[in-house]
């Protein structure tokens, strides 16, 4: 009989909103098989091991990722493509996210560590994945934020600068401007892939309850009218993975935390392709500069 799993591969769902998705998706009736890469993978294993679920029809295989570590998310999109093997990979979903300052680079990168979590470590593992992606006409879900419209016009020219290790940008723009880099990713890759995948970018809410601001002395209004609970956002996330009613217009990728596909004019700014360019490098690139062994 015919494997009627479906299978995602996610970052960022050891914890938080995004252990909150894949909890409600455990919930369903449809059976999924999730492949997820997690920093501390005996934690995210104890949280797995600890939700009620048929473990039988929803395989959970958690994989040792550092997102910090473009290294080390080679070596998880080889794991990732073994354990596949020939089945379809139905989903995608690019959750892993932090906040932070720009002050250093991890293992020694030019860039500084919220950069490399929120935009280079997955469009690299896209890049990875690419043909299995393409043949399966996966759906690739970028977790995004409305921070996106947070990013002023005049950063707009100096993005590069503004995410460098090193560089003196506050902490709390460094999120937007690193999560509107994502957006222009998620742009590429709908560009890139054409009629072979599918791409939507989400924004869950502002959840306060995730930890999303440890990197940051940052301190979220739990009052907001905009505030979300973990549950809350953790359904959006899944809306983003469901939703079939894709806009005409390919451009028009955003599902906003409230159910609606965002209007162009809202990230316009996202758009310029010679911007999404820019920061979309090739795999060749990525390895050059990085020291990445093919």
């Keep these: 009989m015919a494997n009627l799993a479906k299978t995602i591969v996610a970052t960022g769902v050891s914890s938080g909103l995004g252990f909150e998705a894949m909890r409600q998706l455990l919930e369903q009736s449809q059976p999924y098989n999730i492949i997820l890469g997690a920093r501390n993978t005996q934690r995210a294993k104890e949280a797995y091991d600890a939700l009620k679920y048929d473990r039988d029809a929803n395989p959970v295989t958690i994989l040792p990722l550092e997102m910090n570590d473009l290294g080390?998310?080679?070596?998880?999109?080889?794991?990732?493509?073994?354990?596949?093997?020939?089945?379809?990979?139905?989903?995608?979903?690019?959750?892993?996210?932090?906040?932070?300052?720009?002050?250093?680079?991890?293992?020694?990168?030019?860039?500084?560590?919220?950069?490399?979590?929120?935009?280079?470590?997955?469009?690299?593992?896209?890049?990875?994945?690419?043909?299995?992606?393409?043949?399966?006409?996966?759906?690739?879900?970028?977790?995004?934020?409305?921070?996106?419209?947070?990013?002023?016009?005049?950063?707009?020219?100096?993005?590069?600068?503004?995410?460098?290790?090193?560089?003196?940008?506050?902490?709390?723009?460094?999120?937007?401007?690193?999560?509107?880099?994502?957006?222009?990713?998620?742009?590429?890759?709908?560009?890139?892939?054409?009629?072979?995948?599918?791409?939507?970018?989400?924004?869950?809410?502002?959840?306060?309850?995730?930890?999303?601001?440890?990197?940051?002395?940052?301190?979220l209004n739990h009052n907001s009218s905009d505030a979300k609970s973990p549950a809350e956002g953790g359904a959006n996330v899944l809306r983003a993975m469901e939703r079939n009613d894709l806009p005409e217009d390919p451009e028009q990728i955003f599902l906003t935390s409230w159910g609606e596909w965002w209007p162009k004019d809202v990230y316009g700014?996202?758009?310029?392709?010679?911007?999404?360019?820019?920061?979309?490098?090739?795999?060749?690139?990525?390895?050059?500069?990085?020291?990445?062994?093919?």
């Design 269 to 294: 700014q996202s758009l310029d392709k010679k911007l999404q360019d820019q920061f979309c490098p090739s795999k060749e690139q990525i390895e050059k500069e990085e020291g990445l062994a093919a």
């Design 72 to 219: 080390n998310v080679q070596s998880f999109a080889s794991q990732v493509q073994q354990h596949l093997q020939s089945t379809k990979l139905d989903y995608v979903l690019l959750n892993a996210g932090i906040t932070g300052s720009a002050a250093a680079g991890p293992t020694g990168s030019k860039w500084c560590e919220p950069f490399v979590v929120n935009h280079l470590s997955h469009h690299y593992l896209m890049h990875l994945l690419k043909s299995r992606i393409s043949e399966s006409k996966s759906r690739v879900v970028f977790v995004s934020s409305g921070a996106v419209r947070m990013v002023p016009d005049e950063y707009i020219p100096k993005l590069e600068e503004s995410v460098k290790a090193g560089a003196e940008t506050d902490g709390r723009l460094v999120y937007a401007i690193t999560k509107f880099i994502g957006l222009l990713g998620a742009h590429w890759w709908r560009r890139e892939l054409g009629d072979k995948a599918t791409v939507v970018a989400v924004s869950p809410g502002l959840i306060p309850a995730t930890g999303i601001a440890r990197g940051y002395d940052l301190k």
